[in-house]
């Protein structure tokens, strides 16, 4: 079975959000939310993820093809993601610093500080 779908009605919402919205504070959301990302990937990595800066976006990652295996796994091993228990635990808000500018130890509530 082949399935496909159509949305319209969205055409322009991009633009118009662009014309009502600064991009300077939606610029800075996005820069300090790619840092905190970065910061807490970094504890489980062992090294600062990339940030890759476009108008509207950021991604954290890396392209580290030894960084890209651990998170996704290989045939022959599993899984050991850094990425995705950070973005669980920035969701859940354990995404900030202990004032000392270093990521916080402790888990989110409810989370083994691994796993989503």
């Known amino acids: ?21 600064p991009a300077a ?17 970094a504890t489980k990595l062992g090294r600062a993820p990339t940030i890759e800066a476009t108008a509207h976006a950021r991604r954290v990652g890396s392209i580290d093809p030894a960084a890209v295996a651990r998170e996704t796994g290989t045939l022959a091993t599993p899984p050991d993601p850094w990425l995705l228990p950070a973005v669980a635990a920035l969701k859940a808000g354990d995404g900030g610093t202990a004032g000392d ?6 888990p989110a509530a ?6 989503p």
């Open 1 to 21: 079975m082949i399935l496909s779908a159509r949305i319209s009605g969205l055409e322009g919402l991009a633009e118009r959000l662009q014309r009502r919205v």
């Open 101 to 106: 500018g270093a990521p916080d130890a402790t």
């Open 25 to 41: 504070p939606v610029g800075a959301a996005l820069d300090a939310a790619a840092a905190r990302l970065a910061r807490v990937a």
């Open 110 to 115: 409810g989370t083994d500080g691994g796993t």
